[in-house]
């Protein structure tokens, strides 16, 4: 396909559209009772199972989106992502997650090189290093055993980790391995996440993982530094040493931070942060919190998925169906949306995980080759756990606006419950949910059968429901480091297939950029106007006057409660500048004075 030639412009995209009014014509009621179809749409994998047959689509339909694929080249796009290429080529760089958890013996290349060695290099280097930390051969500066971590990062280097922290957490072999152990996640600059961390952790037992791929991004830098301070302040600056470790692809910037290289666990520029859980960026944490065995299985969960998205044929593909569907769905039965609904507690970070992967990635506008789209690309990810979000946010979805859902379902729950004399375990009671649900939005219920029930003429509107609402439905066989990763590899290289298709790099993410740099306009803003009383100035008049209050505000609260301290004459005379600098002396002295 020449450079510039959008899939838009494709004979099987134009057939696609044409195909909406056959669709549109159809009712998922009535796709339903063709079992035939209903079976081709049924897909199993390495103990999953994937139902497409809720999905507003017929087997035709099915065959022009594989028409699709072939048009943009999908199977030789995955292919060269398998073979190291720079497929993203706006930063030039490989996209090579799936060498994280490639079998030891396999060979991946970047550059003519095999980076698989590599890989096993650093979790080699991770099992011993964990493995010396949980049994307490590794000690902090006053010889205690590190038995708390906290994970300093954001975006990638944070929502990957935490979704598989929070899967496991539950997971009776991995809660044993964890036990006596806590992880938390210190992401947001908000110092009240800062200090959600640090309560009720000592120093003494506490180890700092401080994850930043490139190490240079703000809030994880400032959150590392504020934790450098709460250590040292404790144990003394040379306790760094002992209660502090890095991953990051910048291992110069590591050690100018003042972390031991040898303490430095790393990985490469061919690994996307929000791809990045399988590196050291999740394995790390994961390990010291669970031992290397339990994450080495997750690994391998994710590694069946990436043999099975490479080679297994489009009609079987789970990944490459799920993709497939999705540009359906947004691209031509316009339905911008997704909702993932895991009935499973334990994947509550789950779909704020997938948020990241799947909106950085396709959220794009223009085409890999840089031609603006005529077409919306990326969609809107959202979820909460089954059946809390039936108590949400599924009013809208049954009878207001149509968005496709994902239906995510375990067979044997983590932590059974059988209480004698209910009707079903209480994970049957979940699941009765799981599977109740997408044929209330394929079916709906009509005014005809609200009549029959005699429904007060009245409320039949209210109570009607249209159904023909999409879903689909993935069962695991249970929920275990294993089976959390194939989950991820699914969603990530579902991800991958949708920007594939949609022509876009799916790897780069310019779009957070234009926010960092006016922030880091404001933080000047912000340190001239404290420490030198200088005027706002600069921004719009909007900013400007949200800025000004900001300032102006702050200062009244502050100088209401430092009364006590603050010269009253300094504060009747309004000489704003002096009272500033004078006030703002007072501040850091208190913030250290509170930190020690
Ligand atoms: O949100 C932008 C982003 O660059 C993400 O892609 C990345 O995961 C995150 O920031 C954190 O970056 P780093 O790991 O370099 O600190």
Redesign the pocket.
Known sequence: MASSTLICDTEPWKNLRAHVEDIKKTHLRDLMSDTKRCQSMMVEFDGLLLDYSRQCATLETMDKLFKLAEAENLKQKIGRMYNGERINSTENRPVLHVALRAPRDSVIQSDGKNVVPDVWKVLDKIQVFSETVRSGSWVGATGKALTDVISV??????LGPLFVHTALQTDPEASKFAKGRQLRFLANVDPVDVARNITGLNPETTLVVV???????AE?MLNARTLREWISAALGPSAVAKHMVAV?TNLTLVEQFGIDPNNAFAFWDWV???Y?VCSA?GVLPLSLQYGFSVVEKFLKGASSIDQHFYSAPFEKNIPVLLGLLSVWNVSFLGYPARAILPYSQALEKFAPHIQ?VSM?SNGKGVSIDGVPLPFEAGEIDFGEPGTNGQHSFYQLIHQGRVIPCDFIGVVKSQQPVYLKGEVVSNHDELMSNFFAQPDALAYGKTPEQLQNENVPQHLIPHKTFSGNRPSLSLLLPSLNAYNIGQLLAIYEHRIAVEGFVWGINSFD?WG?ELGKSLASQVRKQLNSARTKGKPVEGFNYSTTTLLKRYLEVWLSIWAQSHAHRVVPAIITSNKLISFLLISSSYLFKDLIQNKQ
Not at 153 to 158: K, M, N, Q, V
Request: aromatic residues 8%; positive net charge.
């Open positions: 990062g954001i975006g990638g280097s944070f994850v930043s791929k490139t190490f240079t991004t994880t990051s996307g942060g929000r990045s960026v990241q950085e993410q957070v």
